[in-house]
């Protein structure tokens, strides 16, 4: 069983910054791949981030790429979420969920599916 804190939500003008942390409880953190999905009032939830369970590789859909940085430190159990340049479209609850489930970031992190623990989110809101 893997719990998920999430912290660093916020209010923040546009072309700001933040960085969202995602803190396990439990043991065999570095067994899980991690990501960050994204919820805005009235839309679906979109994946935003991915990282493998060394770090060694990352994964973004498009809309976010360059702007967002996914890290994460094992021996804090904790995965980073560094957004930058912020657009009000970003406004959104942001939350961190735990993967095991083997393959390619861009074949099983992208979607809920993929994913078996989830955080309760935090939210973001990016004013213009």
């Known amino acids: 069983q893997v719990q998920l804190v999430e912290s660093g939500g916020g209010l923040v003008q546009a072309g700001g910054s933040l960085r969202l942390s995602c803190t396990a409880s439990?043991?065999?953190?570095?067994?899980?791949?991690m990501g960050w999905f994204r919820q805005a009032p009235g839309k679906e939830r979109e994946f935003v981030a991915a990282i493998s369970q060394s770090g060694g590789s990352t994964y973004y859909p498009d809309s976010v790429k360059g702007r967002f940085t996914i890290s994460r430190d094992n021996a804090k159990n904790t995965v980073y979420l560094d957004l930058n340049n912020l657009t009000p479209e970003d406004t959104a609850v942001y939350s961190c969920a735990a993967g095991s489930t083997s393959g390619y970031l861009w074949a099983v992190a992208t979607t809920t599916a993929g994913y078996n623990y989830w955080g309760q989110g935090t939210q973001v809101t990016v004013s213009s």
């Open positions: 439990g043991r065999f953190f570095s067994s899980y791949r």
